[in-house]
């Protein structure tokens, strides 16, 4: 079955830094990628998605990379702000239905 | 701009207990779905639905029934509520297999089954 980790430690960052998060997965079908935000007590909010034949996409500050070969996506905000502090999802789509989640991980980023 | 659009936002429940979770969205989607989503664990399907009149099993529909009978809505049942389904509880739509997947998500309902 088709599986998605994330760093389940909470990241903490300093105000302007590039804050790099991490998505592995296994028994992957192509589709696409998706990364989510989502506050506390929040629904989670789509950011972007990188299809399987790119290797990178930017919007704004954000960065998504996505190896098919190391199975992994990393995702990267540059000059973080306090304001981003959230958890970010990653998530599998394969088509139809099916989006696989991951548990997320906790971004603080600190003034 | 409603988006999607979740009722009640808290309920506590007896074990045994029935209730009805709503979901309404008017961005003219054609899928929608229910999630839960427990601490430590990535979002779980329950049962999603590809169009009005049809629904179908996700990856933990037990205890759970869902109808929609109209497009825009989509409901979610507890017969018989068990502390296990204390949770929170996601809507989300989206146009389905026509689209790269970008889910559209209510706030949430959160739920506590004593």
Not at chain 1, 6 to 31: D, R, V
């Amino acid at each position: 079955s088709q599986k998605i980790e994330q760093n389940s430690e909470a990241l903490n960052i300093q105000e302007g830094k590039t804050a790099t998060l991490t998505c592995n997965y296994t028994n992957y079908s192509p589709a696409y990628l998706q990364w989510y935000r989502q506050d506390p007590g929040r629904g989670p909010v789509f950011l972007l998605l990188i299809r399987e034949n790119e290797k990178e996409k930017r919007k704004e500050r954000l960065k998504v990379t996505f190896d098919t070969t190391l199975k992994q996506s990393l995702f990267h905000i540059t000059a973080s702000q306090p304001a981003d502090s959230a958890t970010y999802l990653c998530a599998l789509y394969t088509g139809g239905f099916k989006t696989i989640f991951g548990a997320g991980t906790r971004l603080f980023v600190k003034a | 701009n409603a988006g999607v659009t979740q009722t009640p936002k808290f309920r506590v429940l007896k074990t045994g207990q029935s209730m009805t979770l709503l979901c309404a969205q008017d961005m003219n989607h054609e899928y929608m779905y229910w999630y839960r989503q427990d601490p430590g664990m990535g979002l779980r399907l329950i049962h999603y639905s590809v169009g009005e009149g049809t629904t179908a099993k996700g990856e933990v529909p037990d205890g759970y029934n869902v109808s929609r009978l109209k497009k825009q809505n989509f409901l979610l049942g507890l017969e018989s509520a068990a502390p296990s389904q204390t949770s929170v509880y996601f809507c989300a739509s989206n146009f389905g297999r026509l689209s790269t997947g970008e889910l559209f998500f209510g706030e949430g309902s959160r739920l506590t089954v004593l």
